[in-house]
């Protein structure tokens, strides 16, 4: 059994940082790449962010320049560091994570989701 566990969310103003973060844990034997995605109310999941196993990352053209992705691999942990919030970054945030299990098997998990509430 595999859970991915978010942290980090909050209300904030227009203009802060918030730093979101994803433990992995149970049976994982290893873990390939690992993503942030957002929903907002009515509207659909998008992708924010994703980290490959080497470090390599590919970041949403709506948050470039102000979010940040990066993985601690020893902890199992992918982060999503966001800054110069803006009141559309508004979502429910998941994190999610193409893991192998030690029975070999290999899925994508989600986490539950953490909101992010950016507004005056």
Do not use: H
Not at 97 to 102: G, N, R
């Amino acid at each position: 059994q595999v859970q991915l566990v978010e942290s980090g969310g909050g209300l904030v103003q227009p203009g802060e940082s918030l730093r979101l973060s994803c433990l992995a844990s149970g049976s994982i034997f290893s873990i390939n790449d690992m993503g942030w995605y957002r929903q907002a109310p009515g509207k659909q999941r998008e992708l924010v962010a994703y980290i490959t196993s080497g470090g390599s990352t590919n970041i949403a053209e709506s948050v470039k320049g102000r979010f940040t992705i990066f993985r601690d691999n020893a902890k199992d942990t992918v982060y999503l560091q966001m800054n110069s919030l803006k009141p559309e970054d508004t979502a429910a945030y998941f994190c999610n994570a193409d893991i192998i299990e030690y029975t070999g098997w290999r899925r994508t998990y989600w986490g539950q989701g953490t909101q992010v509430t950016v507004s005056s």
